[in-house]
Structure formats: structure tokens, C-alpha cells
């Protein structure tokens, strides 16, 4: 496996030399990276279809593995448009280059605090939204509950916060564990922990369902954990 470019306390990005590992490393350090992929691409299918035009958004999309995957998951999702949006230009770069080919996806440099989101009926985010912080993140989710159709959903994995210290405390070592398990040093343990300081900021789960549900989803829930891993569909 080949290590991230950590320098420093809070120094976590996403540009540079970074898109070349990226996907190694987070199979390395993300529970359920991989199976979380396998059930959003089979979760998008029940709200795509019928003889409307329909498109989809993947908020956050890197190298454009989980895009790629969803454009040609069935009939109905290769008739969908997709949108792929990232702010690292060298991401998306990367993603175009793993979608090369593909006449339905399209992937844009832009931000997602300020992009205009088209009407849609499915939208990713996955580990994307804890990167942004509460206020920006209830701003985006009630624009992306404005774009979508009635009936459309979106799908949100992040990294959480337990209730409790003693909780996170031990869920936090068996995260270790984990990583170590997977092939990853302590001290690049320690080190990526350090350079997400100030850059990841996760909240609770009941956090997350209270802005859902502040950003107008009528339905939402939990539908993948592990550990501080939760992956969560909301409806409109």
C-alpha cells in the first residue's frame, strides 16, 4: 500500500499526489468502503426509471470509482444522467479519466457550497459532508432537498460522533484496530488522525437526522453502520 502525503496538523487535502493513492488508502481505513459502494449503486435503482428524463449527482466524487460504478448499475441508471462534482481540480481529473467513454456521466470542477444543483432524483455524498462545517452543511442539504423530485432520494455516508465519550472513546480504538489490522503503521495511524484536525468535523447521528429533517425530507434513517461509519437515505 502506498501512504498519503501527510505533513502536518490539519494539513489534510485533496490535491497534489493524493488521487493517485486514494482509493487504496481509503479501503484501507474505511469499514465498509467498498460494500457501501455495492449498496448505494443497488439503493440508486429503486429511484431511477420510468420514461422521464432523470439525473443523478455524486457530491464529492474523487476518482470517480463510485460514478463510474453508478452510470452503468442496470438499464435505468445508464439512462440517468450523472453529475460528478468535485473542487480539486486534480480529482477531477482523475474521475474524467476513469470515466472516459461512458456518454452519460459528466464530471465538473465546482464547490458544493455554491453550485446550482439541476432537478435530480438521486444524489451521493459519500464521505464528502463531514468536511464541511454545520452551517454550510444544513445550506447544502436544503438545496439538495429543494433540487430533488418528489419521491427522490439522497444518500449520505460519513463519519460520525458516538453518544458519549466512553463510547467514542472505544469505538475509536477498535477504528484503530481496525486500520492496523488492514496493513496501516501506527504512525500513519497518528499522523492522518493529526492532519484531519480542523478538517473533519462529524457530528452525531441524531445530529445528522435532525437537519435532515430541518432541510424538508419527509423520510430518513440509517441504513449501513459500522463502527463510526454510517451511511443514511433520505427521502423527499
Known amino acids: 500500500m502506498t501512504s498519503l502525503p501527510i505533513t502536518s496538523p490539519g494539513s489534510w487535502v485533496f490535491s497534489g499526489d493524493v488521487p493517485a493513492v486514494f482509493v487504496d488508502h481509503a479501503r484501507h481505513s474505511v469499514p465498509l468502503y467498498d460494500a457501501g459502494h455495492d449498496l448505494v449503486c443497488d439503493l440508486s435503482t429503486c429511484f431511477l426509471g420510468g420514461d422521464q428524463p432523470r439525473v443523478g449527482y455524486e457530491l464529492g466524487s474523487a476518482t470517480g470509482q463510485l460514478l463510474r460504478r453508478l452510470a452503468g448499475h442496470g438499464p435505468a441508471n445508464a439512462a440517468t444522467h450523472w453529475i460528478g462534482v468535485?473542487?480539486?481540480?486534480?480529482?477531477?481529473?482523475?474521475?474524467r479519466e476513469h470515466c472516459a467513454g461512458l456518454g452519460n456521466v459528466e464530471v465538473v470542477a465546482g464547490d458544493l457550497t455554491e453550485i446550482a444543483?439541476?432537478?435530480?432524483?438521486?444524489?451521493?455524498?459519500?464521505?464528502?459532508?463531514?468536511?464541511?462545517?454545520?452551517?454550510?452543511?444544513?445550506?447544502?442539504?436544503?438545496?439538495?432537498?429543494?433540487?430533488?423530485?418528489?419521491?427522490?432520494?439522497f444518500f449520505m455516508f460519513?463519519?460520525?460522533?458516538?453518544?458519549?465519550?466512553?463510547?467514542?472513546?472505544?469505538?475509536?480504538?477498535l477504528h484503530y484496530r481496525f486500520k492496523r489490522n488492514a496493513?496501516?503503521?501506527?504512525?500513519?495511524?497518528?499522523?492522518?488522525?493529526?492532519?484531519?484536525?480542523?478538517?473533519?468535523r462529524p457530528v452525531s447521528t441524531d445530529d445528522n437526522l435532525t437537519v435532515f429533517e430541518e432541510a424538508g425530507f419527509t423520510s430518513y434513517g440509517t441504513i449501513?453502520?459500522?463502527?463510526?461509519?454510517?451511511?443514511?437515505?433520505?427521502?423527499k
Do not use: N, W
Not at 132 to 148: D, E, F, N, T
Open 86 to 95: 468535485d473542487r480539486e481540480a486534480a480529482m477531477v481529473e482523475a474521475a
Open 224 to 235: 449501513l453502520k459500522y463502527l463510526a461509519f454510517e451511511g443514511f437515505i433520505a427521502i
Open 158 to 173: 460519513d463519519k460520525v460522533l458516538a453518544p458519549g465519550a466512553q463510547l467514542e472513546d472505544l469505538i475509536t480504538t
Open 117 to 153: 444543483f439541476q432537478p435530480c432524483d438521486f444524489v451521493v455524498a459519500y464521505l464528502t459532508m463531514h468536511f464541511l462545517p454545520p452551517g454550510q452543511r444544513r445550506q447544502v442539504l436544503r438545496r439538495i432537498c429543494q433540487a430533488l423530485r418528489p419521491g427522490g432520494a
Open 183 to 200: 496493513g496501516l503503521s501506527p504512525e500513519e495511524i497518528l499522523d492522518k488522525k493529526e492532519s484531519l484536525l480542523g478538517v473533519l
